[in-house]
Structures are given as structure tokens and as C-alpha cells.
């Protein structure tokens, strides 16, 4: 099983980030799949979900409205399009499924500052 996120990145307030996590080793398009973030001195935290089919979608209260989720199932891809970006989004984001997560990748760091 591997997980690898990329796409994070130094933006100032207000800026715009698409994160990308590839997926190998499991049957992606059969799960559910969710961005999670780790902030600095803060627990890990779920972001977005998307079903397994991508035809729902769940954020968080605290980035709804700004971040979207979406999959590509051929491609075995999970995106994070990330938009009006604040200071306390900063933080290591990770993908994984929503629930019986499998062995966590390296995560994309997002630092969101002036």
C-alpha cells in the first residue's frame, strides 16, 4: 500500500492550492477516501470525504465552501482543490480511506502565511 501527496506549498492569504495523492496497493475505486490535515501542536483532523463512486462529497465546518474534493478512479487519484486559503489552514495534509485507514504516506505540507 502506498499513498503519496503532493502539491502543497508556500501561498499567501487568499491563494489557491491543489493537492494530489496517488494511490497504489489497495482497490481504490471500492472505498471511500478523505483529505486529513495535521496542524502544528494539534491532533491529525478530517477535512473532506468523497464516496467511493465520487457522487458525494462532506467538508468539515471549517473549510467548507472553500476546499472541494474529488477523485479520478482510473487514474487511482485523490484531489484537494484548496481556494480563499487562511493562516490556520497551514498545516501537513494526508489522504487516506475514511475509515479502516491503511499505513500513512509522507503528507504535503501547507504553510499559508504573508
Known amino acids: 500500500v502506498q499513498l503519496v501527496e503532493s502539491g502543497g506549498g508556500l501561498v499567501q492569504p487568499g491563494g489557491s492550492l491543489l493537492l494530489s495523492c496517488t494511490v497504489s496497493?489497495?482497490?481504490?475505486?471500492?472505498?471511500?477516501m478523505s483529505w486529513y490535515r495535521k496542524a502544528p501542536g494539534k491532533e491529525r483532523e478530517l477535512v473532506a470525504t468523497?464516496?467511493?463512486?465520487?457522487?458525494?462529497?462532506d467538508t468539515a465546518d471549517s473549510v467548507k465552501g472553500r476546499f472541494t474534493i474529488s477523485r479520478d478512479n482510473r487514474l487511482q487519484t485523490l484531489y484537494l482543490q484548496m481556494n480563499s486559503l487562511k493562516p490556520e489552514d497551514t498545516g501537513e495534509y494526508y489522504c487516506?480511506?475514511?475509515?479502516?485507514?491503511?499505513?500513512w504516506g509522507q503528507g504535503t505540507r501547507v504553510t499559508v502565511s504573508s
Open positions: 487516506n480511506k475514511r475509515w479502516s485507514t491503511v499505513s
Open positions: 468523497i464516496t467511493s463512486g465520487g457522487g458525494t462529497t
Open positions: 496497493g489497495f482497490p481504490f475505486s471500492s472505498y471511500p
